[in-house]
């Protein structure tokens, strides 16, 4: 039974750590460059970005089956305003990516 328990537990932080959409390492960066990171979010259109707070019909807006969010941080240069981000599945991994090849060596 404790093996059982352990392996569920394994299982359960791979899946959070490693598989789970939204990587730590890329909200790491872009918590370090949160101006730049509004700035994609808004220029590519595998994003949907709230301001301040989520609409009440915000999930037909991006549907859980497309979308995956929402992620919050704050953009200072907007006067430290909180934003919800959801990004398209499969789509937004690549744009996870090419924002963390231009910043994360700069971190």
Known sequence: ME???VLI???AIYWFFILRPGRL???RVVAKHPDAAYEHF???HCWRVFEEQLPENYRSLVPRSEW???FQ???PKLGNKTMYIFGKH???EK???DFLSKFAKST
Request: no cysteine; charged share 10%.
């Open 95 to 97: 744009s996870q990516n």
């Open 3 to 5: 093996i059982v328990i």
């Open 25 to 27: 390492d890329f909200w």
């Open 42 to 44: 808004k220029s590519d």
């Open 90 to 92: 499969p789509t937004f």
């Open 73 to 75: 941080f704050i953009v």
């Open 9 to 11: 537990a394994g299982a």
């Open 68 to 70: 995956v969010g929402p």
